[in-house]
């Protein structure tokens, strides 16, 4: 148990911005932060940290809350485990009551299993620097491959005793349940007694985001036949490999910091990178990559580089997998080491210079590496040709966006000497076939009743912008939005939106706040003032009820502008910045839509084949971006909800 005022100390001390911060990529934006929600798939981005409140909150999925919520959330930890987290990171001491036998019977299953894995990577790290065994063999390996005594500490390695079952023994003699140690794999279950998965390797801990460890992978030391050189824990309710990565605990803040993620094969190559001073790299460790894990790497950094090892046999096969982190969108690149030469060897053989300017000049886009390597093998069989070609259309159309697709089409048709249009029209056969597919993949049995679908998804990407362009017209329209001299020349805010609208030639999606508009628009065209009440009490029921929401306190706790509070307590202080974002934020919504058909047309126009309109399309979507880019500007440099 955590008493009250430690709890207290710890919230006090515990800064929502760092802790969240430490999870995943957060952008500023006015007064708060933004970043994509961890907790639900999202493409833009619309999980907000607010630092004067101390809470965050996602718009997409609605969950909220202060800094131990975060943690318990995203960790899956119970409210004491999030609170000791905090506390660790804070440095702020928790007193508790020494665990009894009883205690940690008590403690339900998950938290067990995360208590035994704790434990047993205290007994392994005790194991490799303090007894003789650990020291003579485990260390000794450690060594003879160069890795820093800092670099061991940090990765938490650690090393279980040959005899079969010292580990066992010794945390059933601890008071950790036989059960526990089974589950996650630590012990094995032999006919009367129970022994060490582990029993003589040196053990890396595989630590959630967190650090907190979940799984083990272990290298044997002898040279045995029989046994596996890598032998890593079972799935378990808290292991679950495909989730996670080796090293990620270790490597979060530098993924973020050089917006770039290096992924390699295995633990040793981890510790080897940051030795050479590299420290944004993981590892999927032995699997393949998945799709849960590309996810991962994606919330902190869209760009991923894939070091291979120099030899070719291993890396067609490897290819493949790549798909998964092409169709997240993610722009993946590859570096290929030496011949005969793996991240590790190769990290030690040159200078941390050296490797550096390596991997730097040796970065290569992955569908150009792709079809050159494949085109190296099939430049004079024909059959193996079309089968290569075949093959990077696959690549080509998992791609999400369609700009970046048709550059690669360009780019490929050079590397692979086809004609453009003939990658077109396989690409978009694919695109074809995939629709299809994924619109039989659920069938709805058609005993079940449809459900309409909430009226939510359904409302326009400017759906909130035009509400707050509303809402700022009706309690702020006639106040006077610059300073001016004379009556005449008085700018009021309604003055101020109507004329940034009207000159870019935007308009409502929402009949209601439409009509609204409509009625400021004519009256500031004609220097009248508009008085809110006509609104509130309009014969149009649908009018009078929007302008009450709006112009009811409650609506700035609602849905998007919750975050704005601060904006509520000093909206009239800081009117003129308020209305200014209203203005790009409207504007920038509306050009995210137009940009959003237009890639629409460009896929229909790819379908056709119709190259002129394609060439037509991508000017204005460059135009477009243009424009997105000014008013991004304008925000002096803040991101756009
Ligand atoms: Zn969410």
Redesign the pocket.
């Known amino acids: 148990m955590i008493d009250r005022p430690t709890i207290d100390r710890i919230l006090d001390a515990a800064n929502i911005v760092d802790v969240v911060g430490e999870f995943m990529q957060l952008k500023r934006r006015g007064a708060n932060y933004l970043g994509l929600?961890p907790?639900?798939n999202?493409k833009t981005p619309?999980?907000t940290v607010s630092p004067s409140k101390g809470f965050f909150k996602?718009f997409?999925?609605g969950?909220a809350g202060d800094s131990a919520k975060f943690i318990m959330e995203h960790e899956h930890l119970s409210y004491p485990e999030a609170l000791k987290l905090l506390a660790k990171k804070y440095n702020i001491e928790v007193i508790e009551k020494e665990q009894t036998k009883e205690d940690i019977e008590k403690q339900n299953e998950r938290e067990s299993l995360l208590v035994v894995s704790s434990y047993a990577l205290r007994q392994f790290s005790e194991n490799l620097f303090n007894t003789d065994e650990g020291i003579s063999v485990g260390l000794a390996y450690f060594k003879e491959r160069g890795f820093r005594q800092e670099t061991l500490k940090k990765f938490e390695v650690g090393y279980s005793l040959s005899k079969r079952d010292a580990f066992s023994k010794k945390a059933l003699d601890d008071g950790y349940k036989q059960d526990f140690l089974i589950k996650t794999g630590l012990s094995i279950q032999g006919d009367d007694r129970i022994f060490d998965r582990f029993s003589g390797r040196v053990m890396f801990p595989i630590h959630s985001l967190s650090g907190q460890p979940l799984g083990f992978g272990g290298r044997i030391l002898k040279t045995d036949a029989k046994a596996a050189k890598y032998v890593n824990s079972p799935e378990s309710d808290i292991y679950h490999k495909s989730r996670i990565l080796y090293g990620i605990f270790q490597a979060r803040k530098a993924i973020t910091r050089d917006d770039k993620c290096y992924l390699v094969e295995g633990y040793t190559d981890v510790l080897s990178l940051h030795e050479a001073g590299i420290e944004n790299v993981v590892a999927s460790s032995g699997t393949a990559l998945t799709q849960e894990q590309v996810k991962l790497i994606k919330r902190f950094t869209p760009n991923i580089t894939i070091l291979f090892d120099g030899d070719q046999a291993g890396i067609k096969a490897s290819l493949k997998g790549i798909d998964i982190v092409l169709e997240e969108g993610m722009n993946v690149k590859i570096v290929l080491l030496p011949d005969g030469e793996d991240p590790d060897a190769y990290s030690k053989k040159v200078s941390n210079e050296e490797f550096h300017r390596f991997l730097r000049d040796n970065e290569t886009d992955f569908i150009r590496f792709k079809s050159k390597l494949l085109m190296t093998e099939a430049a004079n069989d024909p059959i193996m040709k079309a089968n290569l070609i075949s093959d990077i259309v696959k690549s080509i159309a998992v791609i999400p966006e369609a700009i970046p697709r048709t550059v690669y089409i360009k780019e490929c048709s050079g590397i692979l000497e086809v004609n453009e249009q003939i990658l077109y029209n396989e690409v978009n056969k694919l695109l074809t076939q995939k629709r299809i597919g994924d619109k039989t993949k659920f069938p709805v049995p058609e005993s079940l009743p449809v459900v309409p679908k909430p009226a939510i998804k359904h409302e326009p990407a400017s759906f909130y912008s035009e509400r707050e362009i509303i809402r700022l017209l009706l309690k702020f329209g006639s106040v006077e939005f610059e300073q001016s001299a004379n009556e005449e020349d008085k700018i009021t805010v309604a003055d101020y939106i109507v004329r940034e609208i009207v000159s870019d030639e935007l308009d409502f999606d929402d009949i209601v706040c439409a009509k609204i508009f409509a009625d400021f628009k004519f009256n500031s065209e004609q220097g009248l003032i508009t008085n809110d009440k006509q609104f509130v009490q309009h014969e149009d029921p649908q009018i009078s009820s929007l302008s009450a929401d709006l112009l009811s306190d409650t609506y700035e706790l609602s849905k998007i502008w919750e975050v704005k509070q601060t904006y509520v307590e000093t909206e009239d202080m800081k009117l003129k910045d308020i209305v200014g974002d209203a203005v790009l934020k409207f504007k920038s919504d509306k050009i995210n839509i137009l940009r959003k058909a237009l890639m629409m047309q460009l896929e229909e126009a790819v379908k056709a084949n119709n190259q002129e309109k394609i060439n037509q399309l991508q000017r204005k979507y460059t135009t477009l971006s243009a424009a997105l880019g000014e008013i991004s500007k304008q925000l002096g440099g803040r991101i756009l909800l």
Do not use: L, T
Request: some cysteine; aromatic content about 20%; proline content about 0%.
């Open positions: 929600c907790f639900h999202e619309s999980f996602c997409g999925c969950v």
